[in-house]
């Protein structure tokens, strides 16, 4: 599968793609919350095309949106710019400051579809530049990813959602994988490597270092808001 789309089955491509599908899966557990307040209304026939088609409508629009953004990280900067959002996405994951998603229910079937497609496409920015970063500019790399991560995350939510409630140490790792993304994406920035040259080792101490404040950041403002709710409850 990988060789039609022109992928090079080496250890980068896969460990590339296997980073694709977990972003996709820790930035993605609310859009398969909007399909369910979207279809909850329809008529138990009704509902699995809404989620179909509805579905199949977002990962087009999501693999569009990506491979425009493909194209924008050649733009001088923007590949910084997109790396600095991104570790602020990764600070996000950890403290709990996910969008949430505020979709009415649908009566018919169209509605529903077009609600699920509209609703995903807005809620997936962070998760758009995240990838985009991560596939290193391969647009098919990013089809392949969505297409394997979707269904995950469709038929899959609510025991991630579960998992991750249960294991705190997902989470961290999940935004550990983004801020690592991120900080490859900022030393790759042709214009950051004009003013601050580095080479071989230097840039994984960068990277990791930029991985660490992120994760330091993230579970200080964790456990300061955990202490703030302790007392107010107290």
């Known amino acids: 599968m990988m060789q039609a789309i022109g992928l090079a089955i080496s250890s980068g491509a896969i460990v590339a793609l296997l980073k694709i599908i977990a972003i996709d899966i820790i930035l993605s557990g609310d859009n398969a919350v909007v399909i369910a307040m979207a279809t909850r209304n329809l008529p138990k026939e009704q509902q699995n095309k809404a989620i179909f088609w509805g579905t199949a409508g977002a990962v087009f629009l999501r693999i569009l949106f990506a491979a425009i953004v493909v194209y924008l990280l050649k733009i001088p900067f923007v590949m910084l710019i997109g790396g600095v959002l991104l570790l602020w996405i990764a600070y996000k994951v950890l403290v709990g400051e996910e969008e949430e998603a505020n979709i009415q229910s649908q009566s018919s079937l169209s509605k529903a579809i077009k609600t699920i497609i509209i609703a995903d496409a807005a809620m997936s920015l962070d998760n758009v530049i995240a990838v985009a ?102």
């Open 133 to 234: 970063g991560a596939a290193h500019g391969h647009v098919g790399m990013i089809a392949l990813g969505v297409i394997i991560s979707i269904p995950i995350i469709i038929f899959g939510s609510k025991l991630i959602v579960r998992v991750m409630e249960k294991h705190a140490w997902i989470a961290y790792a999940g935004s550990a994988i983004l801020a690592w993304t991120a900080g490859e994406m900022i030393v790759s920035d042709q214009n950051f490597q004009n003013i601050v040259p580095l080479h071989g080792v230097m840039e994984y101490v960068l990277i990791g270092a930029m991985t660490v404040i992120v994760l330091i950041a993230g579970y200080m403002k964790t456990k300061q808001s955990t202490n703030s709710n302790m007392k107010q409850s107290a």
